[in-house]
């Protein structure tokens, strides 16, 4: 499970990043489209799916999605709300702003993109 339960979500409500309600069962986004956001998990779980597995289960304080943010492909992944679920949705420009505020939030995502290539290395 990616958790980071220390994630200031008041950075968030400075830049007034929006924060969607996801049922349980909601298809948040679907391999292959296009993807201009990622995404916190404020509260619930979301699992991201490929191939009809579970790759990951991600709480409240994790990420996702963050990799189409970055660098324009596709979704590689299916993400569905696995229980009712309140999430931030963060855009381009948003995340820049993240940036710019708390320098650390980008060593987060790149940490975790580092944890996320390991794992897929080991079960190689």
């Not at 289960?57 to 990420?63: H, N, R």
């Not at 993400?79 to 708390?102: C, F, K, M, R």
Request: glycine fraction near 10%; hydrophobic fraction near 45%.
């Amino acid at each position: 499970m990616t958790e980071n339960p220390e994630f200031d979500f008041s950075l968030l409500a400075r830049d007034n990043i929006p924060v969607r309600q996801f049922a349980a069962d909601e298809k948040i986004f679907l391999a292959g489209e296009a993807g201009s956001s990622m995404f916190i998990v404020r509260s619930g779980k979301v699992a991201i799916k490929s191939g009809g597995m579970i790759l990951e289960s991600v709480g409240p304080g994790g990420l996702f999605g963050e990799m189409a943010l970055i660098d324009g492909s596709p979704r590689s992944a299916t993400a569905v709300a696995t229980e009712d679920s309140e999430i931030a949705v963060i855009e381009q420009p948003g995340l820049l702003g993240l940036i710019q505020q708390n320098p650390k939030f980008a060593l987060t995502v790149m940490q975790l993109m580092a944890r996320r290539i390991r794992r897929t290395n080991e079960s190689l």
